[in-house]
């Protein structure tokens, strides 16, 4: 255990506005997440200053713009900067999310992916000729077309669970299309946004842009939540505190990325061997606390015994403890709690009939990887989100019984299918439910670049830079007559 790496860390209890860190009396306890230690404290926001945050933003943006081009070099600068200063985020996020040091890694490498893709986009802001000749009457030489403006002052609120990446998801494309940010990051996860907060300073965000408050999401969400002076609201969290968000943006837009129960389908003519390593890793990394992380596996009943023994090996060798040691698979949950919520789903389960294949045992924060088996469709473990390490086998005898579960949940964020039958798989889609459908991969897939968002209680808009943008931004219509 390397506990003195974590106490290395030193952050002040500070916000930062208006490109000022500001010292607050009032503090937020961090917590290393494995260790249970206290190893620095986050800044927590008055309503005045929650206040100050937001006039800061609506300020710069009525009376500074960044263009296009500085945009752009801006975000590759911090994307330079981020690769740089690897150790100190790497540290910080293993620290402060449990999450492993490959976990971290991979979030590291996509928010590089993030930001570089976003400058590229801020270059890329159209709107389209409008072919207004098509309407009867209408003068040929008269020209329409749109042009795509940034909203004003964004909001972004945001989840434990990707500290670093989804944190630049919002904030990155925001800047991109040209607004302000109010940022609030969860309260068990601040240091990783203080660091990108540092690097997009660094890399020459002008004062004002990017402010970043702390405080706990039932008054300093709720405060923000408040202001009329923000325009927009993206999110990521949970379904529940998602429809507050809606309820207080009335008209103001929002993007909401929410929950999910994620299913991935594995067929009886799929490569067994290929989707049990996928749903391994799609199920347990980041201890299963991943709005995509697989938790019903669908298999066709021709196959499961196999699948299952396939599955069960491999998770036999994960190994599950201290985030910091190379070999861990599975680190601690966010908090203690969680871990025994998780635990007391699968007793519930196992007390109902369902089978423990493997794990169910918890120790502190820490949730071995779980497999069971016999489930109902009653059972918490696959009715509700359980966002820790547990999955359950579900058997299907034709392949439509399986979409039919698939979709049978309130949510509709994604879903995995694994087939050799590419005329099912393709012939079959449009019936499933969700944002994102992937064929040979698990629900958990995901780059970058792409549209990324639900349907149904898992939300809408679009995080991917490109689409954030686009939902970043408002159109104009512009029309001239020649006269
Ligand atoms: P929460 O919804 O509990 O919290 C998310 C953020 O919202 C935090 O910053 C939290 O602040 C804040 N918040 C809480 N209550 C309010 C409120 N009333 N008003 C404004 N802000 C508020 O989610 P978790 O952090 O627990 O994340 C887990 C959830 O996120 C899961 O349901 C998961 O599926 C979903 N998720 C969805 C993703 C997607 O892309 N669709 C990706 C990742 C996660 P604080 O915690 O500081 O109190």
New binding site residues.
């Given amino acids: 255990m390397e506990r003195s790496k974590a106490m290395k860390l030193n952050f002040d209890p500070a916000l930062f506005i208006g490109g000022e860190w500001i010292a607050t009396p009032d503090r937020i306890a961090v917590r290393d997440k494995y260790t249970g230690e206290v190893f620095g404290h986050a800044g927590r926001a008055s309503r005045d200053l929650v206040e100050r945050a937001v006039a800061v933003a609506e300020r710069t943006f009525k009376t500074r713009s960044l263009h296009p081009y500085e945009r752009y070099e801006i975000l590759s600068a911090a994307a330079r900067l981020l690769r740089e200063r690897k150790d100190e985020v790497l540290r910080t996020m293993v620290a402060e999310s449990g999450f492993t040091a490959n976990d971290c890694l991979n979030d590291f490498n996509r928010c590089i992916q993030t930001l570089t893709v976003s400058a590229e986009e801020a270059k890329r802001i159209t709107g389209e000729l409008v072919p207004i000749q098509g309407a009867p009457g209408q003068d040929e030489r008269r020209l329409a077309f749109t042009l795509r403006m940034p909203v004003g002052v964004v909001c972004a609120?945001?989840?434990?669970?990707?500290p670093l990446n989804?944190v630049a998801h919002k904030v990155a494309p925001a800047l991109a299309a040209g607004n302000t940010v109010v940022l609030?990051?969860?309260?068990?996860t601040p240091f990783s946004a203080i660091l990108l907060c540092r690097i997009m300073m660094d890399a020459g965000l002008p004062a004002g842009f990017l402010n970043l408050v702390?405080?706990?999401?039932?008054d300093?969400?709720?405060w923000?939540?408040e202001d009329q002076r923000i325009l927009y609201y993206t999110?990521?969290?949970?379904?529940?505190?998602?429809r507050?968000?809606q309820q207080y943006a009335g008209l103001r837009r929002t993007q909401l990325?929410?929950?999910?129960i994620s299913a991935t389908i594995v067929c009886a003519d799929a490569s067994l061997e290929a989707a049990a390593d996928k749903c391994v890793g799609a199920s347990f990394r980041k201890a299963g606390?991943?709005?995509?992380s697989v938790q019903r596996i669908l298999v066709d009943a021709k196959v499961i015994e196999r699948f299952a023994d396939l599955l069960a090996q491999r998770t036999a060798k994960l190994k599950v403890g201290d985030p910091r040691e190379a070999d861990t698979f599975v680190g601690p949950m966010?908090d203690e709690k969680e871990a025994e919520r998780a635990e007391s789903w699968v007793s519930a389960a196992a007390g109902a009939g369902a089978k423990i294949m493997l794990g169910g045992k918890r120790n502190g924060a820490l949730f071995a990887p779980t497999i069971l088996r016999n489930v109902r469709p009653d059972m918490k473990v696959v009715c509700e989100?359980i966002?820790a390490p547990v999955i359950s086998l579900i058997p299907f005898e034709d392949y439509d019984r399986a979409i039919e579960i698939a979709n049978a949940t309130p949510f509709g964020?994604s879903v995995g299918v694994f087939t050799n039958d590419v005329t099912r798989a393709l012939g079959t889609i449009r019936r499933l439910q969700m944002g994102t459908i992937h064929i040979n991969d698990t629900s958990s897939s995901r780059v970058d670049l792409m549209p990324?968002?639900?349907v149904k209680d898992?939300?809408f808009g679009k995080?991917g830079p490109r689409y954030a943008i686009h939902d970043m931004t408002e159109e104009r219509l512009v029309t001239l007559n020649v006269i």
Avoid at 235 to 242: A, Y
């Fill in positions: 609120i945001t989840p434990f669970n990707s989804t609030k990051p969860a309260s068990y702390f405080g706990s999401g039932s300093v969400g709720q923000l939540l999110f990521t969290g949970s379904t529940e505190v998602g507050v968000i990325e929410l929950g999910n606390q991943v709005c995509t966010i989100e966002f964020l990324y968002g639900g898992s939300g995080e």
